[in-house]
């Protein structure tokens, strides 16, 4: 029985001020779009800030407190599937909350330069930015950003292999580029090494090293599937983490650093699909 856990939604970003370009997920689906110039964001938003109508006269900003409005343009910007653009059912990456493309609607920072000015880290900071495995280019991804939105990212999340995972993962975290406050990655049940047969999930030691060169970096989540033979088993077995059972089927485990505090947990009790 395959299990999945459930899911936040993921991001699409607007890589430049006023020229919003959705990325979907996984990029397949999607050409590769070309860097725009560091240097675009800072002289609009400096044009922005100089030369912008107060809008005084707007109910949405004379009558509606700053909080509210915040909350009521992070609903306007939060990603959506795309349905038009569903993923093939045997691929990989299709999966519960993942069946279709994701996008943005970015008219919203069209509206007026105030506007604008608000809600521009909004996208960056209220949607997850996914990653699956060699389907996408982190570095490539986070390049397009401008220094103050990498600034602003939340929530990066990998679905990765194994063996990326041991392998090429210490060397993405260590992308200066990309500065999330929050990292999950999720290893499915045919990630894990020879999940064909019964052995005991193993990880390697030494796949976090990378993770002391995210300077902004909180938490770290590690998610764990498997199959339902295999549930009961230990499913992590790394010698620095102290493991600790909260209860059954579920592992939280916490490595000890000064800055950032990481936390891994898995919890297999949100598994909602059999097959």
Same mark, same amino acid.
Not at 122 to 139: G, K, Q
Not at 150 to 179: S, W
């Given at each position: ?12 970003? @607007? ?5 919003? /370009? ?8 999607? +050409? ?7 240097? $675009? ?53 299709? *999966? ?23 809600? *521009?880290? $909004? ?29 602003? !990212?939340?929530? !990066? ?18 992308? +200066?580029?990309?500065?999330? /406050? ?9 990630? =894990?090494?020879? =999940? ?10 030494? =796949?976090?090293? #990378? ?17 339902? *033979?295999?549930?009961?088993? +230990?499913?992590? /077995? ?17 490595? #000890? ?6 936390? @891994?947990?898995?919890?297999?009790? #949100? =598994?909602?699909?059999?097959?």
């Amino acid at each position: 029985m395959a299990t999945f856990s459930k899911r936040t939604r993921r991001n699409v970003i @607007l890589p430049s001020p006023l020229a919003p /370009r959705n990325v979907i997920f996984p990029s397949p689906f999607a +050409p590769e779009p070309r860097p725009l110039p560091s240097s $675009l964001a800072p002289e609009l938003i400096a044009q922005f800030l100089a030369d912008h109508d107060k809008q005084d006269q707007c109910p949405l900003f004379d009558r509606i407190p700053a909080e509210v409005r915040n909350i009521i343009f992070i609903y306007a910007l939060l990603s959506y599937e795309d349905l038009s653009v569903r993923f093939p059912d045997d691929a990989h990456y299709s *999966r519960p909350e993942y069946r279709h493309a994701s996008r943005i609607d970015p008219r919203l920072l069209q509206a007026c330069r105030l506007i604008y000015l608000e809600t *521009r880290f $909004l996208p960056v900071m209220a949607d997850e930015h996914v990653f699956c495995r060699y389907a996408s280019n982190p570095a490539q991804y986070f390049a397009r950003l401008s220094e103050e939105q990498k600034d602003h !990212v939340d929530r !990066v999340h990998f679905f990765t292999q194994q063996y990326y995972l041991e392998g090429e993962f210490p060397r993405i975290c260590a992308l +200066p580029n990309m500065r999330p /406050r929050s990292l999950k990655v999720t290893l499915r049940h045919g990630d =894990w090494w020879n =999940w064909e047969s019964n052995n005991p999930l193993r990880l390697k030691d030494g =796949w976090t090293v #990378g993770l002391k060169n995210s300077k902004r970096l909180q938490e770290v989540i590690l998610e764990l599937e498997t199959m339902e *033979r295999d549930k009961e088993q +230990p499913p992590i /077995r790394s010698t620095p983490l102290p493991i600790v059972y909260t209860k059954k089927s579920t592992l939280s485990a916490t490595v #000890g650093c000064s800055a950032p505090q990481v936390t @891994l947990s898995s919890n297999a009790n #949100g =598994w909602v699909r059999a097959g």
